[in-house]
């Protein structure tokens, strides 16, 4: 297995258009979680999934933002109408049910300019 | 949840023993201590995690007294390579482990 992958890498938009991000985890993982990280500080919250639940939002993730996980395997982050706030690095990350450890994959970096 | 306090910044050399020591005075009965590891551009990657005593693997040590109220980080031998953004949380076990991460610990090994 080669652990948790995230796609695209990189994406630059401009303000007012759409997004989509996608996360492959790893193929045992129950739970998956989006992170959001901006320089400087450490990732924050934003929404989970136990299968294809989705258990939890944070106050975080505006009614922009929406996350699916169809037959509990990958996993999309939706960004609409993008601002330049939205800016940041978006972590996904995955753990099996039942242990603690999360295994984050290399993130999506996105630009709104 | 419990918030972490740990500091902003260390410094150290090769060779050298860093401790990090994190404080989380309201620590529940049922929470765990955790820390993760984070270069730049990736994600973040687990160390470490423990309950109470002392906590061995083959990167770390986690140290935690009685109380409970704090932990400390030991990395035995620090290489330039252990550069990285030291993240200490409290984990509630009863619950699905959202991450709480706080601005973590920079630490810079110097050859």
């Known amino acids: 297995d080669t652990g948790v992958s995230q796609d695209p890498r990189h994406k630059i938009t401009k303000r007012g258009q759409n997004v989509t991000f996608r996360c492959d985890p790893i193929?045992?993982?129950?739970?998956l979680y989006w992170y959001r990280q901006t320089l400087g500080q450490g990732p924050e919250f934003l929404t989970y999934f136990q299968n294809e639940a989705q258990l939890e939002k944070s106050r975080l993730l505006s009614d922009r933002f929406s996350a699916e996980r169809p037959k509990g395997s990958f996993s999309t982050l939706e960004i609409q109408r993008t601002e330049q706030g939205d800016s940041a690095m978006y972590l996904c990350?995955?753990?099996?049910?039942?242990?603690?450890?999360?295994?984050f994959g290399p993130g999506t970096r996105l630009t709104v300019t | 949840l419990a918030k972490t306090t740990q500091p902003i910044s260390m410094d150290s050399y090769e060779g050298q023993e860093v401790n990090i020591t994190c404080s989380h005075n309201n620590i529940a009965t049922n929470d765990y201590i955790t820390w993760y590891q984070q270069f730049p551009s990736q994600g973040p990657r687990f160390i470490i995690q423990g309950y109470k005593t002392k906590v061995t693997n083959e990167v770390a040590s986690l140290f935690i007294p009685a109380d409970r109220k704090s932990s400390t980080l030991s990395l035995p031998r620090v290489s330039l390579s252990d550069t990285a953004v030291y993240y200490c949380?409290?984990?509630?076990?009863?619950?699905?482990?959202?991450?709480?991460f706080g601005a973590g610990t920079r630490l810079a090994v110097h050859p």
């Open positions: 949380l409290v984990l509630f076990s009863g619950g699905y482990n959202k991450l709480i």
């Open positions: 193929s045992e993982h129950n739970r």
């Open positions: 990350a995955s753990s099996l049910q039942g242990r603690d450890e999360q295994y």
